[in-house]
């Protein structure tokens, strides 16, 4: 279901914690990744960055978590060489919509359906990538469990899975700045893979899961 797969993105996408370095070096993230994308349109192009994924998994595994956790930092949050790729929508949303805007709206959205952001690191950002992963993935596991003859809220829910994949496609600008920057053997083909399914017409974020 795609719920899990951009959940499993969400994941990678974090702050590297010990148990996420552990699912990578087991194989697990890359596991989720080819099971959850085998049934999917233009599956060979989806696999062959996969194993672009775990190819980077197996350079960077040995360097250990705390290398993985500076290689983040220095990607997504401070750098003294070159200006870090932050993950925050409002930095990349071609409509030009304010910082304020974006927060307000995206607080208002999560709200409504009864979930709250909560402070500290990442989380003090509604639009932080990592959030929306896991917003959209919230979405799609509801529609999954909602009852098949109550119409109406599989129909609230369906409405709002599309109108949010709309939040997601600054993801392609996003890309484009990480790979202006030294390409991450493991972030970098991951954030290739998340853009292929969120660009591609043919994957449907909101009838798919």
Known sequence: MLSILLKTFSIALSYPTSSLFDAMKNGDIVHVLRDETKSL????????LIVE??????????SGLQSLESDYISLFEANHEYAPVHMYANLYNSNKEDCIGVMQRLHSLYQQFGLSIKQ?????HPDHLVIQLEFMAYLLQR????DVNDLEQRDTLQNCIQEFSQELLWIPNFLTALEQ??????YTSLVRLLNELVSNPSISLGLSD
């Open 41 to 48: 349109s233009n599956n060979e192009k989806l696999s062959s």
């Open 53 to 62: 994924i775990d190819n980077g998994i197996q350079s960077i595994v040995d």
């Open 120 to 124: 500290g690191g990442e989380g003090d």
């Open 143 to 146: 529609l999954n469990d909602a």
């Open 181 to 186: 920057h030294p390409s991450h053997p493991f």
